[in-house]
């Protein structure tokens, strides 16, 4: 059972049939996030497609070797999985994809643990504006004020937006957290400019940590499920 996700036709799903075989005609193109030319073909009462064969584009093997960029692809298989509904096409989405995997990779062939986190944040950002969920991140939920520079934000899990320090007290009663003012211009560019743009080496895990937070619980929230790669992610950190 193979689960893709196509430029044209959404996300697909499709029994390979005969893929374990040592000479199988899929090789390595079934491989987790690999972008291949997959030829298939459906049946207009089958929910299942039927994989043929499948022409491997790039393979994300050289990832493999290093822990944090493999998490990361676990993470974004498992979001795809749970926002991008059946057969509806999604080319924004298709190209984000393609644009993340590609700044995963080492330039010059060099490890850079920055492009992982920066290519997390910038797939949860966009993944959830795609959806239409992202909320306005300049304005309060409570009070419609604008959180404008230094203004303090916080944010709760089964909430859509941000709080004001004014209206925290009365608004977010149980477990709450901030998202910085940084965190928020760091989200402002990200919706301005292609990943590629965003310099990677003066990224961590610890930057932006809150930002990330505040994305999936909006994907949990509507999902209606925990995500298990992203407390995986923040592996390190304290208790996400």
């Given at each position: 059972?193979?689960?893709?996700?196509t430029?044209?036709?959404?996300m697909?799903?499709?029994?390979?049939?005969?893929?374990?075989?040592?000479?199988?005609?899929?090789?390595?193109?079934?491989?987790?996030?690999?972008?291949?030319?997959?030829?298939?073909?459906?049946?207009?009462?089958?929910?299942?497609?039927?994989?043929?064969?499948?022409?491997?584009?790039?393979?994300?093997?050289?990832?493999?070797?290093?822990?944090?960029?493999?998490?990361?692809?676990?993470?974004?298989?498992?979001?795809?999985?749970?926002?991008?509904?059946?057969?509806?096409?999604?080319?924004?989405?298709?190209?984000?994809?393609?644009?993340?995997?590609?700044?995963?990779?080492?330039?010059?062939?060099?490890?850079?643990?920055?492009?992982?986190?920066?290519?997390?944040?910038?797939?949860?950002?966009?993944a959830?504006?795609?959806?239409?969920?992202?909320?306005?991140?300049?304005?309060?939920?409570?009070?419609?004020?604008?959180?404008?520079?230094?203004?303090?934000?916080f944010?709760?899990?089964?909430?859509?937006?941000?709080?004001?320090?004014?209206?925290?007290?009365?608004?977010?009663?149980?477990?709450?957290?901030?998202?910085?003012a940084?965190?928020?211009?760091?989200a402002?560019?990200?919706?301005?400019?292609?990943?590629a743009?965003?310099?990677?080496?003066?990224?961590s895990?610890?930057?932006?940590?809150?930002?990330?937070?505040?994305?999936v619980?909006?994907?949990?929230?509507?999902?209606?499920?925990?995500?298990?790669?992203?407390?995986?992610?923040?592996?390190?950190?304290?208790?996400?």
């Amino acid at each position: 059972m193979v689960s893709f996700l196509t430029r044209d036709q959404g996300m697909l799903r499709g029994v390979a049939k005969r893929a374990r075989r040592s000479k199988s005609s899929f090789g390595a193109g079934l491989e987790r996030l690999s972008h291949v030319r997959m030829a298939y073909f459906q049946r207009e009462t089958r929910e299942l497609v039927n994989l043929d064969s499948c022409e491997l584009i790039h393979s994300q093997f050289g990832l493999v070797s290093d822990y944090w960029a493999g998490v990361a692809l676990d993470y974004f298989a498992e979001v795809s999985e749970q926002l991008l509904p059946a057969a509806e096409p999604n080319e924004k989405f298709f190209r984000l994809l393609v644009a993340v995997l590609e700044s995963l990779r080492p330039a010059g062939g060099e490890g850079d643990a920055g492009r992982v986190w920066r290519a997390v944040a910038y797939f949860s950002l966009w993944a959830v504006k795609l959806s239409g969920w992202l909320p306005e991140l300049d304005v309060c939920l409570g009070c419609g004020s604008v959180l404008d520079g230094p203004e303090r934000a916080f944010f709760s899990r089964g909430r859509a937006g941000l709080i004001c320090g004014h209206c925290r007290p009365s608004l977010l009663a149980g477990g709450s957290w901030e998202l910085s003012a940084e965190s928020r211009a760091i989200a402002g560019d990200m919706l301005r400019k292609p990943v590629a743009q965003l310099a990677a080496g003066n990224w961590s895990q610890a930057k932006a940590a809150d930002l990330r937070r505040f994305l999936v619980q909006q994907i949990e929230s509507h999902a209606e499920r925990r995500l298990t790669t992203a407390a995986l992610m923040e592996e390190g950190l304290a208790a996400y």
